[in-house]
């Protein structure tokens, strides 16, 4: 994970499920490997697990393709509590920057 603190993790902290819906989130293009995603966050394993089921079980991020034993996978971006992140971030932006310059809706 970068030095720079995203404006999710910077107003609701650093912890493991922030780590994981922001990179999703930043990264909201490509899908990635349960593995990859761990690498990315900077997170232990064991630690990703410990959340990871949950994101899956609330349908927050879901399966985009698989090949063999390994499924990608992204963010739900259909899930209401997905666009309601993604608004308050959008927010959070606009908050946080010169009133001159006004981020827009993804």
Do not use: C, H
Request: net charge neutral; hydrophobic share 40%.
């Amino acid at each position: 994970m970068t030095e720079d603190k995203s404006v999710l993790i910077e107003y609701l902290g650093d912890t493991p499920i922030i780590r994981i819906i922001d990179f999703l989130l930043e990264n909201r293009l490509f899908d990635y490997s349960k593995k990859q995603i761990i690498d990315e966050t900077g997170l232990a394993k064991a630690t990703f697990y410990k959340y990871w089921d949950r994101l899956v079980e609330l349908e927050v991020v879901k399966v985009t393709r698989s090949f063999g034993k390994t499924k990608l996978y992204k963010l739900n971006e259909e899930n209401p509590v997905v666009e309601k992140i993604k608004a308050l971030e959008l927010s959070l932006i606009e908050a946080t920057v010169p009133a001159t310059v006004k981020a827009k809706p993804a």
